[in-house]
Protein backbone atom coordinates (compact mmCIF):
# COMPACT_ATOMS: atom_id res chain seq x y z
CA UNK A 1 0.00 0.00 0.00
CA UNK A 2 1.00 3.38 -0.60
CA UNK A 3 0.07 6.18 1.70
CA UNK A 4 -0.10 9.43 0.16
CA UNK A 5 -0.42 13.16 2.38
CA UNK A 6 -0.67 16.68 0.70
CA UNK A 7 -0.02 19.80 2.19
CA UNK A 8 0.26 23.38 1.77
CA UNK A 9 -3.20 24.06 0.77
CA UNK A 10 -4.83 27.24 1.73
CA UNK A 11 -6.75 30.97 0.50
CA UNK A 12 -4.90 32.72 -1.60
CA UNK A 13 -5.60 36.30 -3.81
CA UNK A 14 -5.79 36.10 -7.18
CA UNK A 15 -1.89 36.66 -8.57
CA UNK A 16 -1.02 34.79 -6.01
CA UNK A 17 0.67 31.69 -5.51
CA UNK A 18 1.08 28.30 -3.44
CA UNK A 19 3.25 25.33 -3.49
CA UNK A 20 1.29 21.61 -2.43
CA UNK A 21 3.80 19.09 -1.23
CA UNK A 22 2.74 15.37 -1.48
CA UNK A 23 4.63 12.74 0.94
CA UNK A 24 4.82 9.60 -0.29
CA UNK A 25 5.39 6.65 1.93
CA UNK A 26 4.85 2.84 2.45
CA UNK A 27 5.36 0.44 -1.14
CA UNK A 28 6.28 3.27 -3.27
CA UNK A 29 8.49 1.25 -4.94
CA UNK A 30 5.34 0.02 -6.32
CA UNK A 31 4.74 3.36 -8.11
CA UNK A 32 6.95 4.96 -10.76
CA UNK A 33 4.73 7.69 -11.60
CA UNK A 34 3.49 10.82 -9.00
CA UNK A 35 0.55 12.73 -10.28
CA UNK A 36 -1.39 15.99 -9.60
CA UNK A 37 -5.10 16.22 -10.17
CA UNK A 38 -7.68 18.51 -8.93
CA UNK A 39 -11.94 18.77 -8.99
CA UNK A 40 -13.46 21.85 -8.15
CA UNK A 41 -17.47 22.05 -6.84
CA UNK A 42 -19.87 20.70 -9.41
CA UNK A 43 -16.80 19.95 -11.76
CA UNK A 44 -14.97 16.15 -12.16
CA UNK A 45 -11.80 15.71 -11.74
CA UNK A 46 -8.63 16.71 -13.97
CA UNK A 47 -5.43 15.91 -14.50
CA UNK A 48 -3.09 18.71 -13.91
CA UNK A 49 0.86 17.52 -13.67
CA UNK A 50 2.53 14.44 -13.61
CA UNK A 51 6.31 13.76 -12.84
CA UNK A 52 8.65 10.06 -12.71
CA UNK A 53 10.74 8.81 -10.06
CA UNK A 54 13.55 8.08 -12.10
CA UNK A 55 14.79 10.62 -15.10
CA UNK A 56 12.22 13.02 -13.85
CA UNK A 57 9.56 12.66 -17.44
CA UNK A 58 6.37 14.71 -16.80
CA UNK A 59 3.35 15.11 -18.37
CA UNK A 60 1.20 18.14 -18.28
CA UNK A 61 -1.94 19.47 -18.68
CA UNK A 62 -1.94 21.85 -22.06
CA UNK A 63 -4.17 24.31 -20.34
CA UNK A 64 -2.11 24.93 -17.32
CA UNK A 65 1.73 24.76 -18.77
CA UNK A 66 3.30 28.16 -17.64
CA UNK A 67 1.54 28.50 -14.45
CA UNK A 68 1.87 25.34 -12.38
CA UNK A 69 5.21 23.19 -12.28
CA UNK A 70 5.85 19.74 -10.60
CA UNK A 71 9.16 18.78 -8.71
CA UNK A 72 10.38 15.91 -7.03
CA UNK A 73 12.77 15.09 -3.96
CA UNK A 74 13.62 11.79 -4.38
CA UNK A 75 15.52 11.27 -0.75
CA UNK A 76 12.17 12.84 0.65
CA UNK A 77 9.71 10.78 -1.28
CA UNK A 78 8.28 14.16 -1.71
CA UNK A 79 6.60 15.71 -4.87
CA UNK A 80 5.88 19.47 -5.10
CA UNK A 81 3.22 21.27 -6.79
CA UNK A 82 4.20 25.28 -7.58
CA UNK A 83 0.62 27.17 -9.05
CA UNK A 84 1.81 30.99 -10.20
CA UNK A 85 -0.39 32.79 -11.15
CA UNK A 86 -3.57 31.73 -9.75
CA UNK A 87 -6.77 32.36 -10.87
CA UNK A 88 -10.34 31.51 -8.98
CA UNK A 89 -10.72 29.36 -11.63
CA UNK A 90 -7.88 27.39 -9.62
CA UNK A 91 -9.98 26.98 -7.03
CA UNK A 92 -10.52 23.34 -6.11
CA UNK A 93 -9.77 20.21 -4.19
CA UNK A 94 -5.90 18.99 -5.57
CA UNK A 95 -5.26 15.43 -5.21
CA UNK A 96 -1.75 13.64 -5.60
CA UNK A 97 -1.99 10.35 -6.88
CA UNK A 98 0.41 7.32 -7.79
CA UNK A 99 0.68 4.43 -10.31
CA UNK A 100 3.08 2.48 -12.73
CA UNK A 101 3.08 5.15 -15.09
CA UNK A 102 2.17 9.19 -16.14
CA UNK A 103 -0.95 7.37 -17.10
CA UNK A 104 -2.21 5.35 -14.64
CA UNK A 105 -2.96 5.63 -11.05
CA UNK A 106 -4.15 3.63 -8.69
CA UNK A 107 -3.02 5.36 -5.08
CA UNK A 108 -4.52 8.72 -3.95
CA UNK A 109 -4.48 10.81 -1.35
CA UNK A 110 -7.29 12.77 0.73
CA UNK A 111 -6.91 15.88 -1.19
CA UNK A 112 -5.84 19.78 0.07
CA UNK A 113 -8.35 22.81 -0.41
CA UNK A 114 -7.12 25.56 -2.92
CA UNK A 115 -9.17 28.65 -2.49
CA UNK A 116 -8.10 31.60 -5.07
CA UNK A 117 -9.95 34.85 -4.30
CA UNK A 118 -10.76 37.41 -6.42
Known amino acids: QVRLVESGGGLVQAGGSLRLSCAAS????????MGWFRQAPGKEREFVVA????????KNADSLKGRFTISKDNAKNTVYLQMDSLKPEDTAVYYC???????????WGHGTQVTVSS
Open 26 to 33: GRTFSSAA
Open 97 to 107: AAGPNLQVYYH
Open 51 to 58: ITWSGGST
